[in-house]
Protein backbone atom coordinates (compact mmCIF):
# COMPACT_ATOMS: atom_id res chain seq x y z
CA UNK A 1 0.00 0.00 0.00
CA UNK A 2 1.19 3.86 -0.69
CA UNK A 3 1.27 6.09 1.76
CA UNK A 4 0.15 9.55 -0.02
CA UNK A 5 -1.48 10.87 2.87
CA UNK A 6 2.10 11.13 3.90
CA UNK A 7 3.67 12.37 1.26
CA UNK A 8 0.97 15.03 0.85
CA UNK A 9 1.23 16.08 4.55
CA UNK A 10 5.03 16.47 3.74
CA UNK A 11 3.72 18.89 0.94
CA UNK A 12 1.19 20.59 2.41
CA UNK A 13 3.47 22.10 5.42
CA UNK A 14 5.68 23.53 2.86
CA UNK A 15 2.76 25.96 2.25
CA UNK A 16 -0.30 25.90 5.17
CA UNK A 17 1.20 26.62 8.51
CA UNK A 18 1.24 22.97 10.32
CA UNK A 19 -0.35 21.63 6.74
CA UNK A 20 -3.68 21.66 7.93
CA UNK A 21 -6.23 24.56 7.70
CA UNK A 22 -7.67 23.48 11.07
CA UNK A 23 -6.02 22.73 14.03
CA UNK A 24 -8.35 19.79 14.79
CA UNK A 25 -7.53 18.02 11.53
CA UNK A 26 -4.06 17.24 12.43
CA UNK A 27 -3.73 14.06 14.42
CA UNK A 28 -1.26 15.61 16.96
CA UNK A 29 -3.45 14.42 19.82
CA UNK A 30 -3.46 10.88 18.40
CA UNK A 31 -0.05 10.27 16.37
CA UNK A 32 0.99 9.54 12.74
CA UNK A 33 -0.66 12.19 10.08
CA UNK A 34 -4.12 13.19 9.11
CA UNK A 35 -5.40 11.26 6.02
CA UNK A 36 -5.96 13.12 3.08
CA UNK A 37 -9.35 12.87 1.96
CA UNK A 38 -10.48 11.81 -1.71
CA UNK A 39 -13.95 11.71 -1.67
CA UNK A 40 -16.81 10.51 0.53
CA UNK A 41 -20.29 9.34 0.11
CA UNK A 42 -22.96 8.37 2.35
CA UNK A 43 -21.24 7.19 5.99
CA UNK A 44 -17.82 6.40 4.01
CA UNK A 45 -14.99 8.51 3.62
CA UNK A 46 -12.23 7.55 1.20
CA UNK A 47 -8.62 8.91 1.39
CA UNK A 48 -6.28 8.98 -1.28
CA UNK A 49 -4.52 6.01 -0.83
CA UNK A 50 -7.57 4.20 -1.63
CA UNK A 51 -8.93 2.91 1.75
CA UNK A 52 -12.25 3.03 2.96
CA UNK A 53 -13.53 3.97 6.35
CA UNK A 54 -16.85 4.51 8.24
CA UNK A 55 -17.11 8.40 9.31
CA UNK A 56 -18.20 9.20 12.55
CA UNK A 57 -16.45 12.76 12.42
CA UNK A 58 -18.84 13.94 9.71
CA UNK A 59 -16.95 17.00 8.82
CA UNK A 60 -17.45 17.52 12.83
CA UNK A 61 -21.23 17.67 12.87
CA UNK A 62 -22.61 19.35 9.48
CA UNK A 63 -22.99 16.36 7.76
CA UNK A 64 -26.21 14.38 9.42
CA UNK A 65 -27.64 12.83 6.04
CA UNK A 66 -24.28 11.14 5.31
CA UNK A 67 -21.78 12.42 2.70
CA UNK A 68 -23.02 13.48 -0.80
CA UNK A 69 -26.35 13.28 -0.35
CA UNK A 70 -27.92 13.40 -3.72
CA UNK A 71 -30.56 15.98 -3.31
CA UNK A 72 -27.68 18.37 -2.01
CA UNK A 73 -25.42 17.80 -5.30
CA UNK A 74 -28.64 17.93 -7.07
CA UNK A 75 -29.11 21.45 -5.44
CA UNK A 76 -26.00 22.82 -5.47
CA UNK A 77 -25.68 21.50 -9.46
CA UNK A 78 -29.27 23.61 -10.03
CA UNK A 79 -27.92 26.58 -8.09
CA UNK A 80 -24.41 27.29 -9.56
CA UNK A 81 -25.90 27.33 -12.70
CA UNK A 82 -27.47 30.79 -12.02
CA UNK A 83 -23.94 31.91 -10.40
CA UNK A 84 -22.15 31.01 -6.91
CA UNK A 85 -22.65 34.83 -5.52
CA UNK A 86 -24.71 38.41 -5.91
CA UNK A 87 -24.08 40.47 -3.03
CA UNK A 88 -27.23 41.60 -3.00
CA UNK A 89 -30.20 39.81 -1.43
CA UNK A 90 -32.12 35.93 -3.18
CA UNK A 91 -34.81 34.21 -2.24
CA UNK A 92 -32.93 31.19 -1.13
CA UNK A 93 -31.89 33.35 2.11
CA UNK A 94 -35.77 33.79 2.68
CA UNK A 95 -36.22 29.80 2.45
CA UNK A 96 -33.68 29.54 4.93
CA UNK A 97 -34.36 31.43 7.52
CA UNK A 98 -37.96 31.05 7.30
CA UNK A 99 -37.21 27.22 8.22
CA UNK A 100 -35.07 28.75 11.04
CA UNK A 101 -37.39 30.89 12.18
CA UNK A 102 -40.61 27.62 12.11
CA UNK A 103 -38.18 25.39 13.25
CA UNK A 104 -36.99 26.97 16.61
CA UNK A 105 -39.79 29.37 18.39
CA UNK A 106 -37.27 31.56 20.77
CA UNK A 107 -35.49 32.81 17.19
CA UNK A 108 -38.14 35.53 15.90
CA UNK A 109 -35.04 37.15 13.91
CA UNK A 110 -32.12 35.98 12.07
CA UNK A 111 -29.28 36.75 10.60
CA UNK A 112 -27.28 34.32 8.34
CA UNK A 113 -23.30 34.54 8.60
CA UNK A 114 -20.42 32.55 6.81
CA UNK A 115 -19.32 30.44 10.25
CA UNK A 116 -20.07 29.16 14.03
CA UNK A 117 -17.30 31.71 15.04
CA UNK A 118 -18.96 34.61 12.94
CA UNK A 119 -22.09 33.75 14.76
CA UNK A 120 -21.60 33.95 18.42
CA UNK A 121 -19.21 36.65 18.35
CA UNK A 122 -22.04 38.76 16.98
CA UNK A 123 -24.67 37.61 19.55
CA UNK A 124 -21.94 38.46 22.34
CA UNK A 125 -21.16 42.34 20.20
CA UNK A 126 -24.85 42.40 20.19
CA UNK A 127 -25.79 41.20 23.93
CA UNK A 128 -23.18 43.76 25.05
CA UNK A 129 -24.76 46.66 23.07
CA UNK A 130 -28.44 45.45 24.47
CA UNK A 131 -27.28 45.40 27.65
CA UNK A 132 -24.89 48.12 27.67
CA UNK A 133 -22.44 46.20 29.97
CA UNK A 134 -19.23 43.97 29.31
CA UNK A 135 -18.53 41.36 30.93
CA UNK A 136 -19.45 37.83 29.86
CA UNK A 137 -20.26 34.35 31.28
CA UNK A 138 -18.57 31.06 29.70
CA UNK A 139 -18.15 27.89 31.43
CA UNK A 140 -15.05 25.84 31.08
CA UNK A 141 -14.08 23.71 27.91
CA UNK A 142 -17.11 24.47 26.22
CA UNK A 143 -16.10 25.99 22.73
CA UNK A 144 -18.00 29.16 20.82
CA UNK A 145 -15.51 29.61 17.81
CA UNK A 146 -12.41 31.03 18.07
CA UNK A 147 -13.02 35.18 18.17
CA UNK A 148 -11.09 36.93 21.01
CA UNK A 149 -13.52 36.86 23.84
CA UNK A 150 -14.23 33.30 23.76
CA UNK A 151 -11.01 31.43 23.86
CA UNK A 152 -10.77 31.51 27.21
CA UNK A 153 -10.75 28.12 28.86
CA UNK A 154 -12.03 26.89 25.41
CA UNK A 155 -12.33 23.17 24.48
CA UNK A 156 -12.30 21.44 21.31
CA UNK A 157 -8.81 22.03 19.22
CA UNK A 158 -7.60 24.31 22.19
CA UNK A 159 -8.19 21.77 24.84
CA UNK A 160 -6.84 18.85 22.81
CA UNK A 161 -3.25 20.97 22.11
CA UNK A 162 -3.10 22.78 25.38
CA UNK A 163 -3.72 26.03 24.80
CA UNK A 164 -7.40 26.57 26.18
CA UNK A 165 -6.32 30.33 26.78
CA UNK A 166 -4.68 31.71 23.56
CA UNK A 167 -1.68 33.67 23.16
CA UNK A 168 -2.51 37.36 21.22
CA UNK A 169 -5.83 37.55 22.98
CA UNK A 170 -5.23 40.96 24.89
CA UNK A 171 -5.51 40.81 29.25
CA UNK A 172 -8.19 43.38 29.45
CA UNK A 173 -10.42 41.67 26.97
CA UNK A 174 -10.00 38.28 28.55
CA UNK A 175 -10.15 39.18 31.85
CA UNK A 176 -13.96 40.12 30.89
CA UNK A 177 -14.43 36.77 29.73
CA UNK A 178 -15.67 34.77 33.49
CA UNK A 179 -15.30 31.31 33.16
CA UNK A 180 -17.46 29.00 35.42
CA UNK A 181 -17.55 25.02 35.62
CA UNK A 182 -20.14 23.37 33.61
CA UNK A 183 -23.12 22.16 35.05
CA UNK A 184 -22.53 23.73 38.85
CA UNK A 185 -25.78 26.80 39.05
CA UNK A 186 -24.26 27.48 42.57
CA UNK A 187 -21.36 28.70 41.28
CA UNK A 188 -22.82 30.79 38.33
CA UNK A 189 -25.69 31.93 41.39
CA UNK A 190 -22.61 33.19 43.49
CA UNK A 191 -21.20 35.00 40.32
CA UNK A 192 -24.03 36.67 39.43
CA UNK A 193 -24.84 37.76 43.38
CA UNK A 194 -21.41 39.51 43.62
CA UNK A 195 -21.21 41.27 39.79
CA UNK A 196 -24.81 40.23 38.01
CA UNK A 197 -25.60 44.22 37.31
CA UNK A 198 -22.43 44.37 35.39
CA UNK A 199 -22.63 40.86 33.29
CA UNK A 200 -24.26 41.12 29.76
CA UNK A 201 -25.02 37.44 29.17
CA UNK A 202 -24.04 33.65 29.85
CA UNK A 203 -23.28 31.92 26.75
CA UNK A 204 -23.54 27.93 26.80
CA UNK A 205 -23.38 25.09 24.85
CA UNK A 206 -26.84 23.51 26.15
CA UNK A 207 -25.36 20.04 25.69
CA UNK A 208 -21.04 20.23 25.79
CA UNK A 209 -19.82 18.98 22.69
CA UNK A 210 -16.63 20.64 22.84
CA UNK A 211 -15.21 18.72 25.37
CA UNK A 212 -16.35 15.34 24.52
CA UNK A 213 -20.26 14.99 24.92
CA UNK A 214 -21.18 15.99 28.67
CA UNK A 215 -24.72 16.54 28.79
CA UNK A 216 -26.42 19.43 31.09
CA UNK A 217 -27.64 17.89 34.78
CA UNK A 218 -30.97 17.76 35.48
CA UNK A 219 -31.82 21.90 36.56
CA UNK A 220 -28.50 23.76 35.29
CA UNK A 221 -30.14 25.11 32.00
CA UNK A 222 -33.91 25.85 33.48
CA UNK A 223 -31.39 27.57 36.51
CA UNK A 224 -29.61 30.07 33.41
CA UNK A 225 -32.88 30.87 32.21
CA UNK A 226 -33.86 32.49 35.61
CA UNK A 227 -31.21 33.56 36.79
CA UNK A 228 -30.10 35.56 33.47
CA UNK A 229 -33.51 36.66 33.50
CA UNK A 230 -33.34 38.18 37.21
CA UNK A 231 -30.31 39.45 36.61
CA UNK A 232 -31.71 41.21 33.19
CA UNK A 233 -28.84 39.62 31.24
CA UNK A 234 -29.03 37.91 28.02
CA UNK A 235 -28.75 34.21 27.79
CA UNK A 236 -26.98 32.62 24.94
CA UNK A 237 -27.60 29.27 23.59
CA UNK A 238 -24.65 28.30 21.55
CA UNK A 239 -26.82 25.61 19.28
CA UNK A 240 -24.01 25.43 16.55
CA UNK A 241 -23.59 21.56 17.13
CA UNK A 242 -27.17 20.73 18.54
CA UNK A 243 -29.22 23.35 16.24
CA UNK A 244 -31.33 20.31 14.03
CA UNK A 245 -29.03 17.88 15.86
CA UNK A 246 -31.07 16.45 18.87
CA UNK A 247 -33.77 17.92 17.78
CA UNK A 248 -35.78 19.59 14.85
CA UNK A 249 -35.97 22.53 17.04
CA UNK A 250 -32.14 22.04 19.15
CA UNK A 251 -31.66 21.53 22.81
CA UNK A 252 -34.13 23.74 23.77
CA UNK A 253 -36.99 21.86 22.30
CA UNK A 254 -35.59 18.89 23.87
CA UNK A 255 -35.30 20.79 27.15
CA UNK A 256 -38.21 23.19 26.59
CA UNK A 257 -36.42 26.26 27.21
CA UNK A 258 -36.32 29.63 25.68
CA UNK A 259 -33.25 31.59 25.43
CA UNK A 260 -33.16 34.99 24.52
CA UNK A 261 -30.37 34.62 21.14
CA UNK A 262 -29.48 31.25 19.89
CA UNK A 263 -26.33 30.48 17.84
CA UNK A 264 -26.25 28.06 14.95
CA UNK A 265 -23.79 26.79 12.44
CA UNK A 266 -22.83 23.56 11.04
CA UNK A 267 -25.81 21.29 9.78
CA UNK A 268 -28.10 24.26 8.63
CA UNK A 269 -25.50 24.55 6.00
CA UNK A 270 -25.18 21.06 5.02
CA UNK A 271 -21.47 21.08 4.42
CA UNK A 272 -20.66 24.45 3.16
CA UNK A 273 -19.68 27.62 5.44
CA UNK A 274 -23.10 28.91 6.88
CA UNK A 275 -23.96 30.61 10.83
CA UNK A 276 -26.77 32.36 12.09
CA UNK A 277 -27.94 33.82 14.95
CA UNK A 278 -31.05 34.76 15.59
CA UNK A 279 -33.74 35.53 18.76
CA UNK A 280 -35.35 38.00 20.08
CA UNK A 281 -37.16 40.52 17.58
CA UNK A 282 -36.36 43.33 20.43
CA UNK A 283 -32.68 42.37 20.76
CA UNK A 284 -32.01 41.53 17.22
CA UNK A 285 -33.50 44.66 15.57
CA UNK A 286 -30.13 46.77 17.66
CA UNK A 287 -28.32 44.90 14.26
CA UNK A 288 -27.50 46.91 11.35
CA UNK A 289 -29.60 48.22 9.35
CA UNK A 290 -32.05 48.38 11.47
CA UNK A 291 -29.99 49.64 14.45
CA UNK A 292 -26.55 50.70 15.68
CA UNK A 293 -24.86 47.29 16.02
CA UNK A 294 -22.54 46.69 13.07
CA UNK A 295 -22.34 42.99 11.48
CA UNK A 296 -21.55 42.44 7.67
CA UNK A 297 -20.54 40.01 5.15
CA UNK A 298 -19.42 40.00 2.03
CA UNK A 299 -20.61 36.01 1.25
CA UNK A 300 -23.28 36.18 3.89
CA UNK A 301 -26.38 34.25 2.98
CA UNK A 302 -24.29 32.81 -0.15
CA UNK A 303 -26.98 30.93 -2.61
CA UNK A 304 -25.07 27.26 -2.77
CA UNK A 305 -24.95 27.22 1.22
CA UNK A 306 -28.31 28.18 0.98
CA UNK A 307 -29.32 25.38 -1.09
CA UNK A 308 -27.34 22.87 0.67
CA UNK A 309 -28.58 24.22 3.58
CA UNK A 310 -32.48 24.34 2.61
CA UNK A 311 -32.23 20.81 1.26
CA UNK A 312 -30.70 19.45 4.53
CA UNK A 313 -33.69 21.17 6.54
CA UNK A 314 -36.39 19.99 4.13
CA UNK A 315 -35.19 16.17 4.93
CA UNK A 316 -34.99 16.50 8.94
CA UNK A 317 -38.60 17.87 9.03
CA UNK A 318 -40.16 14.39 7.47
CA UNK A 319 -41.95 12.17 9.90
CA UNK A 320 -39.63 10.01 12.08
CA UNK A 321 -35.68 11.01 10.97
CA UNK A 322 -35.00 12.06 14.90
CA UNK A 323 -36.41 8.84 16.20
CA UNK A 324 -34.20 7.37 13.47
CA UNK A 325 -31.38 9.24 14.46
CA UNK A 326 -32.21 7.99 18.45
CA UNK A 327 -32.58 4.09 17.17
CA UNK A 328 -28.89 4.01 15.60
CA UNK A 329 -27.36 5.70 18.76
CA UNK A 330 -28.78 3.41 21.13
CA UNK A 331 -28.02 0.43 19.13
CA UNK A 332 -24.39 1.94 18.75
CA UNK A 333 -24.13 2.89 22.51
CA UNK A 334 -25.50 -0.42 23.51
CA UNK A 335 -23.13 -2.64 21.57
CA UNK A 336 -20.08 -0.61 22.82
CA UNK A 337 -21.68 -0.73 26.32
CA UNK A 338 -21.72 -4.74 26.63
CA UNK A 339 -18.04 -4.47 25.08
CA UNK A 340 -17.07 -2.59 27.97
CA UNK A 341 -18.75 -4.67 30.43
CA UNK A 342 -17.48 -7.81 28.76
CA UNK A 343 -13.55 -6.31 28.89
CA UNK A 344 -13.56 -5.04 31.94
CA UNK A 345 -12.91 -1.44 30.32
CA UNK A 346 -13.29 1.35 32.59
CA UNK A 347 -15.01 3.69 29.83
CA UNK A 348 -17.32 5.76 30.11
CA UNK A 349 -20.23 6.37 27.89
CA UNK A 350 -22.54 9.56 27.05
CA UNK A 351 -24.85 10.08 24.04
CA UNK A 352 -27.77 12.19 23.06
CA UNK A 353 -29.34 11.08 20.30
CA UNK A 354 -27.10 11.15 17.47
CA UNK A 355 -23.98 12.40 19.35
CA UNK A 356 -21.79 10.25 21.57
CA UNK A 357 -18.58 10.12 23.28
CA UNK A 358 -16.10 7.34 24.76
CA UNK A 359 -14.50 8.88 27.74
CA UNK A 360 -11.00 6.28 28.65
CA UNK A 361 -11.87 7.54 32.48
CA UNK A 362 -14.59 6.03 34.82
CA UNK A 363 -17.53 8.59 35.16
CA UNK A 364 -19.57 10.28 35.82
CA UNK A 365 -18.25 13.03 34.36
CA UNK A 366 -19.95 16.40 34.61
CA UNK A 367 -17.49 19.35 34.21
CA UNK A 368 -13.72 19.96 32.10
CA UNK A 369 -11.82 19.66 35.47
CA UNK A 370 -13.03 15.56 35.21
CA UNK A 371 -12.54 15.75 31.74
CA UNK A 372 -9.27 16.77 31.36
CA UNK A 373 -8.20 13.54 33.51
CA UNK A 374 -9.04 11.25 30.53
CA UNK A 375 -6.03 9.03 29.82
CA UNK A 376 -5.37 10.46 26.55
CA UNK A 377 -2.97 7.94 25.54
CA UNK A 378 -5.31 5.52 25.71
CA UNK A 379 -7.50 7.14 23.60
CA UNK A 380 -4.60 7.78 21.06
CA UNK A 381 -4.51 4.15 20.98
CA UNK A 382 -8.10 3.32 20.77
CA UNK A 383 -7.85 5.69 17.62
CA UNK A 384 -5.38 3.90 15.89
CA UNK A 385 -7.35 0.27 16.79
CA UNK A 386 -10.06 1.86 14.96
CA UNK A 387 -8.67 3.31 12.17
CA UNK A 388 -6.89 0.19 11.19
CA UNK A 389 -10.11 -1.37 11.47
CA UNK A 390 -11.43 1.18 8.93
CA UNK A 391 -13.65 2.85 11.67
CA UNK A 392 -12.75 7.39 11.54
CA UNK A 393 -13.22 8.37 14.52
CA UNK A 394 -12.40 12.16 15.86
CA UNK A 395 -8.29 12.34 16.39
CA UNK A 396 -8.88 13.50 20.08
CA UNK A 397 -10.53 12.71 23.09
CA UNK A 398 -11.73 15.75 23.62
CA UNK A 399 -14.51 15.82 20.65
CA UNK A 400 -17.91 14.43 20.15
CA UNK A 401 -19.17 11.77 17.96
CA UNK A 402 -21.69 11.66 15.15
CA UNK A 403 -23.80 9.21 13.58
CA UNK A 404 -25.64 10.37 10.45
CA UNK A 405 -28.92 9.06 9.29
CA UNK A 406 -26.45 7.55 6.45
CA UNK A 407 -24.68 4.84 8.92
CA UNK A 408 -26.52 1.45 8.31
CA UNK A 409 -27.19 -1.24 10.12
CA UNK A 410 -24.16 -3.09 8.79
CA UNK A 411 -21.74 0.09 9.66
CA UNK A 412 -22.79 0.37 13.39
CA UNK A 413 -22.35 -3.77 13.54
CA UNK A 414 -18.74 -3.56 12.42
CA UNK A 415 -18.36 -0.37 14.28
CA UNK A 416 -19.34 -2.70 17.74
CA UNK A 417 -17.04 -5.38 16.68
CA UNK A 418 -14.09 -3.00 15.73
CA UNK A 419 -14.88 -1.48 19.09
CA UNK A 420 -14.59 -4.50 20.93
CA UNK A 421 -10.98 -5.90 19.37
CA UNK A 422 -9.86 -2.37 19.95
CA UNK A 423 -10.54 -2.75 23.80
CA UNK A 424 -9.89 -6.24 24.15
CA UNK A 425 -6.16 -5.13 23.07
CA UNK A 426 -6.31 -2.31 25.25
CA UNK A 427 -6.25 -4.71 27.70
C1 LIG B 1 -18.02 24.37 15.75
C2 LIG B 1 -18.52 25.25 16.81
C3 LIG B 1 -18.40 26.64 16.74
C4 LIG B 1 -17.62 27.33 15.66
O1 LIG B 1 -18.14 27.15 14.39
P1 LIG B 1 -17.17 27.35 13.12
O2 LIG B 1 -18.10 27.21 11.97
O3 LIG B 1 -16.12 26.31 13.22
O4 LIG B 1 -16.60 28.72 13.23
C5 LIG B 1 -19.02 27.39 17.71
N1 LIG B 1 -19.69 26.81 18.72
C6 LIG B 1 -19.80 25.48 18.84
C7 LIG B 1 -20.58 24.90 19.96
C8 LIG B 1 -19.18 24.65 17.91
O5 LIG B 1 -19.24 23.34 18.06
Given at each position: MTDRSQALFAEAQKYIVGG???????FKAVGGRPLFIKGAEGSRIFDVDGREYVDYVCSWGPLILGHSHPSIVQALKETIEHGTSYGAPTELEIDLASMIVRAVPSIELVRLVNSGTEAVMSAIRLARAYTGRSKIIKFEGCYHGHADSL??????GATTLG???????PHDLAKLTLTLPYNDLEEVERLLEREGEGIACVIV????????LIPPVEGFLAGLRSLTAKYSMVLIFD???TGFRVAYGGAQQLYGLSPDLTCLGKIIGGGLPVGAYGGKKEIMELIAPTGPVYQAGTLSGNPLAMAAGIQTLKILAQKGIYEELEKKGQRLCAGIEKNIQETGSSLYLTRIGSMFCTFFQPGPLFNYQQVKGCDTGQYAQYFQHMLTQGIYL?????ETGFLSLAHSEGDIEKTITSNYKALKTLK
Open positions: VNSPVRALVKAGSIPDSPGVEPIAGNMGEVIAPSQF
